[in-house]
């Protein structure tokens, strides 16, 4: 039996005749709790008081169906001006978090949902954890991806829970951890359905896990000697994928980790020390505003009205379209794959094992999945399906005669969706019977690691339809872009003339090796040759003269000749790279010589002029919906906020100049596009100019001060 006896406005406790305080929050006005400055205040102010009260324990819960805590409330770090702000909050977060984990009493925390970043250091701060043991429950410390690193006390309690090694890799990665996981690591002590929590906190306070015992390996790293190597071995690892001049964050764990984790006092000074100035970086500004982004486009499904659809049909058993119904099957959907060859729709059952085995699916969830993926090669399953998408070849006659077919047979209100790379949907509605009932479904490459979905508007599409199409891509995990529909519609019509200039240069006897590592300095997650090589070189031709207009100069020279060559890129062993055992080999060596700076401004200029184009001509509603649409769906260069938060942070003058520069020496596709002078671009260019400008603390920020230009990897189109 619980007594009331206290409420706050972000928590309430009671205590129960066992002499249990029951402690739970329940932030106001929001879906979720976040740990707030006002948070961790009325925290602060409840320990004290128990302080006085000496209860048995103390059980940390939430009263929120989203989760325990699902993490800081990262809003505040824009609002700070200065350094001295920064290293306040973390102390006051630190200070917080050591009184509960001081406590004379023992603690617990209750755990579901999402429990992250601050929550799960709330948690760690506790004796004891319990989770709740169903599938949407997530545990990890992801600060890494905002571009710090825990600063609660989170990198030392996190290590003494479940060793050295495994919590540096748990943060290094951003890691969000299933319930099983988190158990077998050690992160909680012990999982139970929702409905028995309450008993299992019980009786864990009744009878309480042994402690932890420090491993050898962790004596051993303990030894400076030891950490060093340890250090230098992941350091290595890390600059693989995220190098120290674009994420400084991984970085600065590492060496907090090498330097400060003797005793918990330096510690706690080392994350204050490491942490406060990379809030304030450049590289943590721009992250932060692609995770605003990306809630801002899982926004749309969450105001959209709309069945779910439960039964996809997919049509096509390439790459794309099985790799799509194999993802929608995993998600829980009923998916009937049709295609012309019994060997790939095999081959569909055999990727979704491998995907289940890849996301650790239990023998039993595995069995599940593949009973949800039927292939149909007669495409029975059209009559039932809530959703057909078409992922055919790009021809527009095939497209058609495919519609023609499957129309009559479709339920009536049911959608069809194409997942065209390019091919305008007014030309695909032609036709069509019911054209409102069409839109645009456009998976990007691999479909498994990619989080972005272009839901194409055509000119009939009802909002219904689009709606639908919202809820359809939330329920799968992804991220819907709404896009206009126009030739190749945003991110392929951005991406295609970055490509074409590469393979230009090429024509143009430069090296390609040097190509593509120009673009990987810039901090692009693979070169444009080697992209184009994974996406098909087929491909970027066909999508190349669908965009004739956006690739001043026309198809290159060299992509023409590898395409009737047969050498396709990596799918036929060779296009700009060899392929075969061990790494690519350039197909060729070009001599010619072109400074670094060239190569550069010529691959990443022309995305920006034709994003510039895009948004004058209405394909997106804004500047913020380019950006997010370049760096989830190709990978561009997180760091940098996508292209035009590039060119904001250029700056519009310079921007202007470089086109001239270029144009002086490389031609007229490089002159500036008149979208560069529409009041709403050069409003949201100078906005946030000043922005950089003003955050006088941001300037001490070394990481991406250069102006020379210097993820998961897509294949995208």
């Given at each position: 039996?619980?007594?009331?006896?206290?409420?706050?406005y972000y928590w309430h406790w009671e205590r129960d005749d066992a002499g249990v305080v029951w402690l739970t929050a329940d932030q106001p006005e929001r879906s979720a709790n976040l740990l707030s400055r006002g948070v961790l205040e009325e925290l602060n102010t409840l320990l004290l008081q128990l302080e006085k009260w000496?209860?048995?324990?103390?059980?940390?819960?939430?009263?929120?169906?989203?989760?325990?805590?699902?993490?800081?409330?990262?809003?505040?770090?824009?609002?700070?001006?200065?350094?001295?702000?920064?290293?306040?909050?973390?102390?006051?977060?630190?200070?917080?978090?050591?009184?509960?984990?001081?406590?004379?009493?023992?603690?617990?925390?209750?755990?579901?949902?999402?429990?992250?970043?601050?929550?799960?250091?709330?948690?760690?701060?506790?004796?004891?954890?319990?989770?709740?043991?169903?599938?949407?429950?997530?545990?990890?410390?992801?600060?890494?991806?905002?571009?710090?690193?825990?600063?609660?006390?989170?990198?030392?309690?996190?290590?003494?829970?479940?060793?050295?090694?495994?919590?540096?890799?748990?943060?290094?990665?951003?890691?969000?951890?299933?319930?099983?996981?988190?158990?077998?690591?050690?992160?909680?002590?012990?999982?139970?359905?929702?409905?028995?929590?309450?008993?299992?906190?019980?009786?864990?306070?009744?009878?309480?896990?042994?402690?932890?015992?420090?491993?050898?390996?962790?004596?051993?790293?303990?030894?400076?000697?030891?950490?060093?190597?340890?250090?230098?071995?992941?350091?290595?690892?890390?600059?693989?994928?995220?190098?120290?001049?674009?994420?400084?964050?991984?970085?600065?764990?590492?060496?907090?980790?090498?330097?400060?984790?003797?005793?918990?006092?330096?510690?706690?000074?080392?994350?204050?020390?490491?942490?406060?100035?990379?809030?304030?970086?450049?590289?943590?500004?721009?992250?932060?505003?692609?995770?605003?982004?990306?809630?801002?486009?899982?926004?749309?499904?969450?105001?959209?009205?709309?069945?779910?659809?439960?039964?996809?049909?997919?049509?096509?058993?390439?790459?794309?379209?099985?790799?799509?119904?194999?993802?929608?099957?995993?998600?829980?959907?009923?998916?009937?794959?049709?295609?012309?060859?019994?060997?790939?729709?095999?081959?569909?059952?055999?990727?979704?094992?491998?995907?289940?085995?890849?996301?650790?699916l239990d023998r039993l969830a595995t069995r599940d999945l593949l009973d949800r993926l039927m292939p149909d090669q007669r495409g029975d399953g059209v009559c039932h399906a809530d959703l057909v998408i078409e992922a055919i070849f790009e021809d527009v006659t095939a497209k058609q005669q495919l519609y023609a077919a499957?129309?009559?047979?479709?339920?009536?209100?049911?959608?069809?969706?194409?997942?065209?790379?390019?091919?305008?949907?007014?030309?695909?509605?032609?036709?069509?019977?019911?054209?409102?009932?069409?839109?645009?479904?456009?998976?990007?490459?691999?479909?498994?690691?990619?989080?972005?979905?272009?839901?194409?508007?055509?000119?009939?599409?009802?909002?219904?339809?689009?709606?639908?199409?919202?809820?359809?891509?939330?329920?799968?995990?992804?991220?819907?872009?709404?896009?206009?529909?126009?030739?190749?519609?945003?991110?392929?019509?951005?991406?295609?003339?970055?490509?074409?200039?590469?393979?230009?240069?090429?024509?143009?006897?430069?090296?390609?090796?040097?190509?593509?590592?120009?673009?990987?300095?810039?901090?692009?997650?693979?070169?444009?040759?080697?992209?184009?090589?994974?996406?098909?070189?087929?491909?970027?031709?066909?999508?190349?003269?669908?965009?004739?207009?956006?690739?001043?100069?026309?198809?290159?020279?060299?992509?023409?000749?590898?395409?009737?060559?047969?050498?396709?890129?990596?799918?036929?062993?060779?296009?700009?790279?060899?392929?075969?055992?061990?790494?690519?080999?350039?197909?060729?060596?070009?001599?010619?010589?072109?400074?670094?700076?060239?190569?550069?401004?010529?691959?990443?200029?022309?995305?920006?002029?034709?994003?510039?184009?895009?948004?004058?001509?209405?394909?997106?509603?804004?500047?913020?919906?380019?950006?997010?649409?370049?760096?989830?769906?190709?990978?561009?260069?997180?760091?940098?906020?996508?292209?035009?938060?590039?060119?904001?942070?250029?700056?519009?003058?310079?921007?202007?100049?470089?086109?001239?520069?270029?144009?002086?020496?490389?031609?007229?596709?490089?002159?500036?596009?008149?979208?560069?002078?529409?009041?709403?671009?050069?409003?949201?260019?100078?906005?946030?100019?000043?922005?950089?400008?003003?955050?006088?603390?941001?300037?001490?920020?070394?990481?991406?001060?250069?102006?020379?230009?210097?993820?998961?990897?897509?294949?995208?189109?």
């Amino acid at each position: 039996m619980k007594t009331p006896s206290c409420v706050g406005y972000y928590w309430h406790w009671e205590r129960d005749d066992a002499g249990v305080v029951w402690l739970t929050a329940d932030q106001p006005e929001r879906s979720a709790n976040l740990l707030s400055r006002g948070v961790l205040e009325e925290l602060n102010t409840l320990l004290l008081q128990l302080e006085k009260w000496a209860p048995a324990a103390l059980v940390i819960q939430s009263a929120k169906p989203a989760g325990f805590f699902a993490g800081a409330d990262i809003q505040s770090f824009a609002e700070m001006q200065h350094l001295h702000e920064a290293q306040a909050l973390i102390a006051a977060g630190q200070r917080v978090m050591d009184r509960l984990a001081q406590t004379p009493y023992p603690t617990l925390a209750l755990i579901h949902g999402h429990c992250m970043g601050g929550g799960l250091e709330l948690a760690l701060s506790c004796d004891y954890r319990i989770a709740c043991q169903d599938g949407n429950t997530r545990i990890g410390l992801p600060e890494v991806q905002l571009g710090i690193f825990p600063a609660w006390g989170g990198t030392w309690r996190l290590t003494r829970a479940i060793g050295e090694l495994p919590a540096m890799q748990m943060m290094l990665n951003g890691q969000l951890l299933h319930p099983k996981q988190a158990l077998q690591l050690g992160v909680v002590h012990e999982l139970s359905p929702q409905r028995l929590m309450v008993r299992a906190a019980r009786d864990m306070l009744s009878h309480p896990p042994k402690a932890r015992r420090r491993s050898l390996l962790d004596r051993l790293l303990s030894r400076p000697t030891w950490r060093w190597v340890a250090a230098a071995v992941m350091t290595r690892q890390v600059n693989k994928k995220a190098p120290l001049e674009h994420y400084p964050a991984p970085h600065a764990l590492l060496k907090h980790w090498r330097l400060n984790m003797a005793d918990h006092g330096q510690a706690m000074l080392g994350e204050q020390q490491a942490v406060a100035p990379l809030m304030g970086s450049h590289t943590t500004q721009q992250l932060v505003r692609l995770f605003h982004l990306k809630d801002r486009l899982k926004g749309l499904a969450k105001t959209a009205d709309g069945a779910i659809p439960r039964h996809v049909h997919v049509v096509g058993d390439g790459v794309m379209g099985r790799a799509i119904a194999v993802w929608c099957a995993l998600q829980g959907m009923q998916v009937s794959l049709q295609g012309l060859s019994t060997e790939l729709l095999g081959r569909a059952l055999q990727e979704a094992t491998q995907l289940a085995r890849k996301k650790r699916l239990d023998r039993l969830a595995t069995r599940d999945l593949l009973d949800r993926l039927m292939p149909d090669q007669r495409g029975d399953g059209v009559c039932h399906a809530d959703l057909v998408i078409e992922a055919i070849f790009e021809d527009v006659t095939a497209k058609q005669q495919l519609y023609a077919a499957l129309e009559p047979r479709m339920r009536e209100h049911a959608l069809l969706a194409t997942n065209t790379s390019a091919i305008p949907l007014q030309t695909l509605a032609q036709g069509l019977k019911r054209p409102q009932q069409l839109l645009g479904l456009h998976f990007f490459n691999p479909v498994a690691r990619m989080p972005l979905v272009e839901v194409v508007e055509g000119p009939q599409t009802s909002m219904q339809a689009l709606q639908m199409g919202y809820r359809f891509v939330h329920a799968i995990q992804r991220l819907p872009l709404p896009v206009k529909s126009r030739p190749g519609f945003l991110v392929n019509r951005v991406l295609m003339p970055y490509l074409m200039e590469a393979v230009r240069m090429v024509d143009e006897g430069v090296d390609m090796r040097r190509i593509d590592k120009a673009a990987m300095d810039f901090g692009m997650p693979m070169g444009p040759l080697a992209l184009a090589d994974a996406v098909g070189l087929d491909v970027c031709k066909a999508v190349a003269r669908e965009l004739v207009g956006s690739v001043g100069g026309g198809v290159p020279q060299r992509l023409l000749e590898l395409v009737s060559a047969g050498q396709l890129g990596r799918k036929s062993g060779a296009g700009f790279y060899r392929y075969g055992r061990g790494r690519a080999k350039p197909g060729s060596r070009g001599r010619a010589f072109m400074e670094e700076r060239d190569i550069t401004y010529r691959l990443i200029l022309p995305m920006l002029n034709e994003a510039a184009a895009i948004l004058q001509e209405g394909v997106v509603a804004d500047a913020d919906l380019v950006d997010a649409g370049m760096v989830f769906g190709t990978g561009f260069a997180p760091f940098r906020g996508g292209p035009m938060a590039y060119a904001a942070r250029t700056g519009e003058v310079s921007i202007i100049a470089l086109f001239k520069e270029l144009e002086a020496h490389f031609g007229s596709r490089f002159a500036p596009h008149s979208g560069w002078m529409a009041p709403s671009l050069r409003r949201w260019l100078q906005e946030r100019e000043a922005r950089h400008v003003d955050a006088s603390w941001h300037r001490s920020d070394t990481v991406t001060a250069n102006t020379h230009p210097t993820g998961p990897v897509p294949h995208t189109l």
